[in-house]
């Protein structure tokens, strides 16, 4: 779980564990539960809120984050709290480069006990939530990183780097 660095924005506490059976959609429909996309690889997620423009502000960054992460042993992705239309009209051509998930009902949000998005959440293969960062700050998105790194034997991307954004606290994840 997400740990607060001294002078962190605080970060509220988040599930260990993700329920198996909440299904997620690709932006191309195809739906299944967790415990299906976790089979094989952990999940590496960067969840975004469309409607704010928190989540807008680190996009660039989250991509840039993700794509350090190919060929790694966990399924990077982007899941996006909207429907697959209005995700492939907020993500544009990122929705061709990554795994996208649709949450518009937001219960993957819910079963992961995120209260403030954007996210960066590592789920093992297990179902167990390894670690989270909520909002932007740079010192917890690198620890999330870290931990998929130790967990994958993976070099983890340079957080932060010149171009990202100042910290900031994100929305509230329930809408």
């Known amino acids: 779980m997400g740990r607060t660095a001294p002078g962190a924005l605080p970060l509220a506490t988040v599930a260990s564990n993700v329920a198996l ?14 415990e299906e996309w976790i089979t094989t ?3 590496a997620s960067v969840v975004l809120d469309p409607y704010t423009n928190e989540s807008s502000w680190i996009l660039k960054t989250a991509a840039r984050i993700l ?3 190919r060929g790694a042993d ?4 982007l899941v996006v709290t ?13 929705a061709d ?14 079963g992961l006990g995120l209260e403030t998005l954007p996210a960066f959440v590592f789920v093992r293969g297990d179902g167990s939530v390894e670690a989270t960062a909520q909002g932007w700050d740079p010192a917890e998105w690198k620890h999330v990183a870290k931990a998929i790194a130790d967990t994958c034997a993976w070099i983890p991307p340079r957080i932060p780097m010149a171009g990202d954004p100042s910290p ?3 929305t509230p994840a329930a809408g």
């Open 67 to 69: 794509d350090g992460f």
């Open 82 to 94: 909207c429907s697959a239309e209005e995700a492939k009209e907020y993500l544009g051509p990122l």
């Open 41 to 43: 690889f952990h999940l």
């Open 97 to 110: 480069s990554f795994l996208v998930f649709c949450d518009a009902d937001r219960s993957f949000v819910r």
């Open 21 to 34: 059976d909440i299904n997620l959609t690709t932006i191309g429909g195809e739906t299944r539960p967790l």
């Open 168 to 170: 900031f606290r994100g």
């Open 74 to 77: 966990a399924r990077v992705n």
